[in-house]
């Protein structure tokens, strides 16, 4: 039944994405994007998860409802570039890891990146540097409990 990963995500799609990102940000439509990086993406199991898996497993604080997700839902601003979601999926098959090789390609600016795998005790925090994803807090926020 568990094992599942969540991500929460609030950032900036690079320019030259934004006409056709919309099949992606709030479909979830990786596989029927023209540009190659993002059409190979589609081709992994539960791609379509990021960023429509639902919240299973997941710490309180990342309740579902619009009122309690801290500005999480899913939206994207096709002007601005600002997209923001909530997901969790089962991430046998490297879904997260493969998702976060292809960031840089992508992501122009990143506000909060989070990730919290459903038996750890703190999610671990990402960002941008010289356009790398590196993991810049392994002890973001505390949402499991002490032994």
């Given at each position: 039944m568990g094992d599942y990963t969540g991500i929460r995500f609030k950032g900036y799609i690079k320019e030259e994405f934004r006409n056709e990102f919309a099949i992606i940000a709030l479909e979830g439509d990786w596989n029927k994007s023209k540009d190659p990086i993002f059409n190979k993406f589609g081709e992994v199991r539960r791609a379509s998860f990021i960023p429509c898996g639902s919240l299973s497993y997941m710490p309180d604080e990342w309740e579902s409802n619009d009122e309690d997700t801290d500005e999480f839902a899913r939206t994207w601003n096709k002007e601005t570039g600002y997209w923001t979601f909530q997901c969790s999926l089962k991430n046998y098959e490297d879904t997260i890891d493969e998702w976060f090789k292809i960031?840089?390609?992508?992501?122009?600016?990143?506000?909060?990146?989070?990730?919290?795998?459903?038996?750890?005790?703190w999610?671990?925090?990402?960002?941008?540097?010289?356009?790398?994803?590196?993991?810049?807090?392994?002890?973001?926020?505390?949402y499991g409990y002490d032994d």
């Amino acid at each position: 039944m568990g094992d599942y990963t969540g991500i929460r995500f609030k950032g900036y799609i690079k320019e030259e994405f934004r006409n056709e990102f919309a099949i992606i940000a709030l479909e979830g439509d990786w596989n029927k994007s023209k540009d190659p990086i993002f059409n190979k993406f589609g081709e992994v199991r539960r791609a379509s998860f990021i960023p429509c898996g639902s919240l299973s497993y997941m710490p309180d604080e990342w309740e579902s409802n619009d009122e309690d997700t801290d500005e999480f839902a899913r939206t994207w601003n096709k002007e601005t570039g600002y997209w923001t979601f909530q997901c969790s999926l089962k991430n046998y098959e490297d879904t997260i890891d493969e998702w976060f090789k292809i960031i840089p390609y992508f992501i122009e600016k990143i506000d909060h990146l989070e990730s919290y795998y459903e038996y750890w005790e703190w999610s671990k925090q990402y960002d941008l540097v010289d356009n790398e994803l590196i993991m810049v807090n392994d002890k973001f926020e505390k949402y499991g409990y002490d032994d």
